[in-house]
């Protein structure tokens, strides 16, 4: 058990919906990172949040926002989803802002769009 | 962008053997290179990492190298056991762009 919590696991939608997905940082954690995992594209690094504030931005599709709260626990949102957005979707934390931290990564959600 | 290629997809290893898997990267100011073990249905998790100023280091049976003139990084597990067996991820963190880059994966069977 890595320390970091996502929920929900499994999600169910049809295409043109949003969801929200959910993660809370390892205690003490003040990063957090999101990636996208699926078949066709492998793992991507889509966004980063420190301490509340952006702090570096890979490969996410303007159709995906995030934010990180005071409480520092993150929400990632998908809108307008497509049958292509269907993957697997971590969230990592770690405890200072740069990628060489060890980032601890969470159990995943597992999207899938109909 | 970085891109990264990892070689090779499929890895099979008999117990006791070493293995060894290959990156490379095309960003020369890249400076961070990790590699992560993805069991199934589990999130990657971080096995070993090395800077751009550092050209090996070892963690008992792990080992990474990295050759910056030739763009690549390895990763070397010896004496490999049954629960060795993982997809194994290495990454590469741009230099100057903000985004990490993975290679596609290696997936590693120990045979007993």
């Known amino acids: 058990d890595s320390g970091v919590t996502q929920t929900p696991k499994h999600l169910i939608t049809a295409t043109g919906q949003r969801v929200t997905l959910r993660c809370s940082p390892r205690?003490?954690?003040?990063?957090v990172y999101w990636y996208q995992q699926s078949l066709d594209q492998g793992l991507q690094f889509l966004i980063q949040?420190?301490?509340?504030?952006?702090?570096a931005k890979g490969n996410i599709l303007e159709r995906f926002s995030a934010q990180q709260f005071p409480d520092l626990h993150s929400e990632l949102n998908l809108s307008s989803l497509e049958l292509g957005d269907s993957a697997l979707y971590f969230c990592?934390?770690?405890?200072?802002?740069?990628?060489?931290?060890?980032?601890?990564f969470g159990p995943g959600t597992r999207l899938t769009v109909l | 962008g970085e891109n990264v290629e990892q070689h090779p997809s499929t890895l099979s290893v008999q117990e006791g053997d070493s293995a060894v898997i290959k990156c490379t990267y095309s960003?020369?100011?890249?400076?961070?290179f990790p590699w992560y073990k993805q069991e199934l249905g589990k999130g990657p998790q971080l096995i070993i990492d090395?800077?751009?100023?550092?050209g090996e280091k070892k963690d008992q049976r792990i080992a990474v190298t990295l050759n910056k003139t030739a763009k690549h990084f390895s990763l070397h597990i010896t004496e490999t056991q049954p629960e060795d067996s993982a997809v194994y991820f290495c990454?590469?963190?741009?230099?100057?762009?903000?985004?990490?880059?993975f290679g596609p994966g290696t997936r590693l069977s120990v045979l007993p």
């Open positions: 990454a590469a963190k741009e230099g100057y762009g903000q985004n990490f880059v």
């Open positions: 990592a934390s770690s405890v200072g802002g740069g990628f060489t931290d060890t980032q601890y």
């Open positions: 205690s003490g954690d003040l990063s």
């Open positions: 960003d020369s100011a890249s400076n961070y």
């Open positions: 949040y420190y301490n509340g504030e952006e702090r």
């Open positions: 090395i800077r751009s100023n550092v």
